[in-house]
Nanobody, 115 residues
Framework: QVQLVESGGGLVEPGGSLRLSCAAS????????MGWYRQAPGNQRDLVAVITSDGTTNYADSVKGRFAISRGNAKNPVFLQMNSLKPEDTAIYYC?????????WGQGTQVTVSS
């Protein structure tokens, strides 16, 4: 089973930027849907951004204009550029890849926005 590992999280001041990466333990081909989700303490896991195989993107209203999702390669399939970060963006961020054979989730990376 392919595993996903997120990286790039950390502590950043309000207004700062982070770039999240999602690395796969084996090459991923033919992913038809990839996304980033986040979960803050006490909250459910919410969609942040998604991208389809044809490059169509969709964003949560709260991050539109600040975050950008992009496709990478077979070993690093998806990235999330986060700009103008706010304290309410603090959460654990997860990448997800949808394949024909199933769904793969990463283990998450912590993003903390605080001064």
């Amino acid at each position: 089973q392919v595993q996903l590992v997120e990286s790039g999280g950390g502590l950043v001041e309000p207004g700062g930027s982070l770039r999240l990466s999602c690395a796969a333990s084996a090459s991923i081909f033919n992913a038809y849907f990839m996304g980033w989700y986040r979960q803050a303490p006490g909250n459910q896991r919410d969609l942040v951004a998604v991208i389809t195989s044809d490059g169509t993107t969709n964003y949560a209203d709260s991050v539109k204009g600040r975050f950008a999702i992009s496709r990478g390669n077979a070993k690093n399939p998806v990235f999330l550029q986060m700009n103008s970060l706010k304290p309410e963006d603090t959460a654990i961020y997860y990448c997800k890849v949808n394949l024909r054979g199933g769904v793969i989730w990463g283990q998450g990376t912590q993003v903390t926005v605080s001064s």
